[in-house]
């Protein structure tokens, strides 16, 4: 009689019972992606096409990644490429633009910019908040992943 091996849990069912993995980063990326572009144009022309997510304190500081007062929705052209108002090419100009039309931002990143970054953020729970802002504002069926 032969004994059966359990067998190990595949990568993704490893990856999705850590909340602080990969999988949960990715998940909550878009999601948060999603929710910042709600307002379906661009918060310095107007414009409705190809929005941009835009990071106000970087990506890289992790406890402030989904969050989504840290954000804003940008066209291509004002989040990367015009030299006189963009977001990554002319900072400063940006940052008094960000001041005079969104103070409430600018004062909220003024404060928070220099606040340390965790160690092992719970991207998964930053899906489950991100799911339900949409699911409160009636916009995705939200299904658990």
């Given at each position: 009689m032969k004994i059966a091996k359990k067998k190990k849990p595949s990568k993704l069912a490893r990856?999705?019972?850590?909340?602080?993995?990969?999988?949960?980063l990715k998940q909550a990326d878009k999601l948060w992606s999603e929710v910042v572009r709600l307002p379906g144009q661009c918060a310095i022309c107007g414009k409705s096409e190809f929005l941009n997510a835009?990071?106000?304190?970087?990506?890289?500081?992790?406890?402030?990644?989904?969050?989504?007062?840290?954000?804003?929705?940008?066209?291509?052209k004002c989040h990367k490429y015009d030299r006189r108002l963009s977001a990554h090419k002319s900072g400063i100009v940006f940052s008094y633009w960000l001041s005079i039309n969104y103070p409430e931002k600018y004062k909220w990143v003024i404060e928070h910019y220099m606040d340390?970054?965790?160690?092992?953020?719970?991207?998964?729970l930053a899906f489950e908040n991100l799911q339900k802002i949409l699911k409160d504002k009636g916009l995705k069926d939200t299904k658990k992943e």
């Open positions: 990856q999705k019972s850590k909340p602080s993995s990969r999988y949960w835009h990071h106000l304190i970087d990506r890289s500081v992790k406890i402030f990644r989904h969050t989504i007062i840290n954000s804003i929705p940008l066209c291509p340390a970054d965790i160690d092992s953020p719970n991207y998964k």
